[in-house]
């Protein structure tokens, strides 16, 4: 069976960093791509972040680049996104999602409007104010 386990969120004042962790217990996990979504209240879900654990492929999409960063530990199974400078608007319940997709896919997925990730980890809330 195939488990997401997701570490991190927490409350921070804007200008604030976190760190948010998602344990891929899949057992070809450098086949898969693996990703960071998020959903604020009445909003619809977003694409964050991706990355191909099998080459390190990773995709920042817009509203976080320069901000926010992906990265893996290949031997804890463990994808990180890094959050720097938080913003208010930052704030949202995240989300690690697994996805069958190809390296050249994994960045694409995130961004496009009802794409499958097959699994979902558990949600993560991270809020940011004053």
């Known amino acids: 069976q195939v488990q997401l386990a997701v570490f991190g969120g927490g409350s921070v004042q804007p200008g604030g960093s976190l760190r948010l962790s998602c344990n891929a217990s899949?057992?070809?996990?450098?086949?898969?791509?693996i990703a960071w979504f998020r959903q604020s209240s009445g909003q619809v879900r977003e694409g964050v972040a991706s990355?191909?654990?099998?080459?390190?492929?990773?995709y920042i999409t817009n509203p976080v680049a320069g901000r926010f960063t992906i990265s893996q530990d290949n031997a804890k199974k463990t994808l990180y996104l890094n959050m720097d400078n938080l913003k208010p608007e930052d704030s949202a319940m995240y989300y690690c999602?697994?996805?069958?997709?190809?390296?050249?896919?994994?960045?694409?997925?995130?961004?496009?409007?009802?794409?499958?990730?097959?699994?979902w980890g558990q949600g993560i809330q991270v809020t940011v104010s004053s």
């Open positions: 999602a697994l996805g069958s997709y190809l390296p050249y896919e994994c960045g694409p997925a995130i961004q496009t409007p009802g794409v499958d990730f097959g699994v």
């Open positions: 899949v057992y070809n996990y450098m086949q898969y791509c």
């Open positions: 990355i191909y654990f099998g080459d390190g492929t990773t």
